[in-house]
């Protein structure tokens, strides 16, 4: 399995270096990656919810400001070669709801400190979701009935 990840990890940053479909394309990769890699491997699966926040973050703000991508094209670790190509909504709130489901998985299992990072990044990727804040109004509610043990 380890095998098979990594050579999607690879596929994935080849995708975005050569901007072979932008990042619609990517996130599909990244979606396959994340799918796989949620089970076994759950530092590479947060490594990646993080390069989804980032990913989304960036091209969101290039949008919203266009003239961010004269003052630097490096926004993530690779160009952004589309400017106004953000993250698909679709792919956001798969990645969104995947990681709070984890969060959930946690949370049945006592380990609250990761449960709580795992959904704080859920909810985080939620709020850049372009669904008028329903997704992330919805994760919030959800995390706030969660009971805490003090």
């Given at each position: 399995?380890?095998v ?13 270096q050569q ?10 990769w ?8 949620m ?7 947060e490594n990646?919810v993080?390069?989804v926040?980032?990913?989304?973050r960036?091209t969101?703000?290039v949008c919203s ?17 589309q400017?106004?190509?953000?993250y ?26 990761i ?19 329903l ?10 009935d ?5």
């Open positions: 399995m380890a098979i990840i990594a050579t999607l990890q690879q596929i994935v940053d080849c995708v975005w901007d072979n479909g932008g990042v619609g394309k990517v996130s599909r990244i979606r396959c990656l994340l799918a796989l890699a089970p076994s491997n759950i530092e590479m699966a990646l993080n390069q926040m980032s990913i989304a960036n969101k703000a400001r266009p003239s961010l991508l004269h003052i630097d094209r490096r926004l993530t670790k690779y160009n952004l070669k400017p106004m190509d953000t698909p909504t679709e792919e956001l709130e798969w990645v969104a709801t995947t990681a709070f489901n984890r969060a959930v998985e946690f949370y049945s299992t006592s380990q609250d400190k449960c709580r990072r795992w959904a704080e990044k859920a909810i985080s990727l939620a709020e850049l979701n372009d669904d008028g804040g997704l992330h109004q919805l994760l919030q509610r959800k995390y706030m969660l009971a805490w043990e003090l």
